[in-house]
């Protein structure tokens, strides 16, 4: 992990390279994380893979309901060389949840994109294959959110299958 | 039609002449090829679970497959966020079900950092004991199960024979075969037995034959040989693109071994080796997996020498429960019991990542904390969901026997991938 004033030096770095990607930092449990401006996640994780954050370990969303931005996603980057790590967080609104797509900067995008789609909602542009991957592809609705029932889904042959009006049709 | 390999049994196949089939041929002269699509799975003996492969076929080649996952979607990441801490533990050791005690070493991990408890040195050694048992015990059921793909029965049963050793010593220390639920925030739910020690030295003295046995088995084995050697090669960089760690990366040479780069829960004391392949065919995974146990021995066999003593769990009674004996004479102590029990702890809001070295892979687990006693997001990332894509670069221009072959090598754990 970069420590605190490595975190902050990265970051006035970042912002010399592009004035308003970053919007805060956030150094926690000995964890450092950049938030960055949704509209310059690609451009930022782009620059971090030139300064040595060659692997992408991991994309999830999180619901911060009732905050907002409500959604955020994040990316956390791994240096192999130096053994370093460091999250990138993007916040976006769920009236027009939006970012580019990490796909042409690392394979491993693809399917963790899709999840987050899936989970939460947001529209990855540029992304090659955008579909649900773990939920049927008709479903509706975005499960991971937090405004999102827990249970209530209709079972077949069950206690609750005829509470769920019109489940059949 | 291209040739995938040019392994001897190969060149046979190919030089094969069908001369006395010319009339036949002329006859069909003016036909054209077209692609099949077929369909694997989902409910398929050698996709290990309920994974659909959609692959496209030009004759017997593989030209493209695309895994459909999602028949095993559970929902446990949403359900976590309805539970306490420790119920939380459960559920999650339920995603790879074969990896448990990783799933809990995780969550745990993140859910310590976000308390900043401090874990004691028992705990971590008795961790480290049941997390390199549990490396052995899936690594076997691999071996078995791919074996098994590979038309070797016997495997099967050889290696299963030691699985159950190995859950009969997690019967004794924990009280359960599987989803033991042993590791609890701050440490482990309690001290091994008496006599377990001894059993799993018992265990550890006998492993390492039992590996010189499977190898003398199938090392060698022409049939083993010929489905696995120069099959399913991936090369380094495109395994570092699609996010690949573990037994798959290492097997195509590159030595990233989270135990060893970024050392948690005692690790660093702990002397053993990185096993490496320099192809990154499936020999090569299946050489590094087979080298892996006998690595996971010597680390349980340091680890029980230097058992330290001390408390199992952390001091903290916010976190861990009291000892039994105490609730009868302290009223302090039946007031933590009562908290810890209805409501659980409450950990202070937060975001943490915590990767540990899965069987598979990089495990991390990222837990989101509000301040309630409950977790406000709990996301696992799976090597197993990571590893998906990779299947297509292993089969592609290869014949589809060593599509499954290449399948079995991959090892993903089906509920891990859907969780």
Known sequence: ???????????????????????????FRDRATLIVDPARVRPTLEWLKGRGYGFLASVHGVDYYPEEPR???????????????????????TEKPEL???????????????????????????????????????YEGFPQRRDFPMGGEPVLFTYNEDQVPGWFE | MSTPNGSAYRQREESLTLSHLEPELAAAEGLSTELLTLNMGPHHPATHGVLRLLVTLEGEVVRDVKPIVGYLHTGIEKTCEDKAYWKAIPVIERM???????????????VEELLAVEVP????????????????????????????????????????REKETILDLFEFSTGQRMHTRYFQVGGVIEDVPRGWVEKVRGFTADMPNRVNQYA?????????????????????????????????LRASGNPWDLRKAAPYCSYEDFEFKIPV?????????????????????????????????????????????????????????????????TEGFRVPPGEVYYPIEGPRGELGCFVRADGSAKPARVHMREPSFIMMPALAEMARDGYIADLIASLGMLDPIIGGVDR
């Open chain 1, 1 to 27: 992990m970069p420590d605190a004033t490595g975190l902050e030096l990265l970051a006035q770095d970042l912002r010399e390279a592009d004035s308003d990607a970053v919007l805060d930092t956030l150094f």
């Open chain 1, 71 to 93: 959604l955020g996603v994040l990316y956390e980057l791994l240096d192999m060389e130096k053994v370093d790590r460091i999250t990138v967080k993007a916040r976006v609104h």
């Open chain 1, 100 to 138: 580019e797509s990490a796909v042409p900067l690392w394979g491993a995008a693809n399917v963790q994109e899709r999840e987050v789609y899936d989970m939460f909602g947001v529209v990855f542009t540029g992304h090659p294959d955008l579909r649900r991957i773990l939920m049927p592809d008709d």
């Open chain 2, 96 to 110: 790879d079900y074969l990896a448990y005690f990783f799933n809990a070493m995780a969550f745990c991990g993140a």
């Open chain 2, 121 to 160: 040195k028992r705990a971590q050694y008795l961790r480290v004991i049941h997390l390199e048992l549990n490396r052995i015990m899936s690594h076997l059921v691999w071996l078995g199960t791919s074996a098994l793909d590979l038309g070797a029965i016997s495997m099967f049963w050889y290696c299963f």
């Open chain 2, 216 to 248: 003398a088995i199938l090392d060698r084995n022409e049939i083993v040989l010929q489905r696995l050697r120069n099959t399913g090669v991936v090369d380094e960089e495109t395994l570092l693109d699609l996010g690949i760690t573990g037994p798959l």
């Open chain 2, 277 to 341: 392949g320099t192809v990154g065919d499936n020999y090569d995974r299946y050489r590094v997996r087979m080298a892996e146990m006998v690595e996971s021995v010597r680390i349980i066999d340091q680890a029980l020498d230097g058992l330290p003593e001390g408390p199992y769990i952390t001091e903290d009674r916010k976190v861990a429960l009291p000892p039994r004996h105490e609730l009868a004479t302290s009223m302090e102590a039946l007031i933590h019991h009562f908290k810890l029990v």
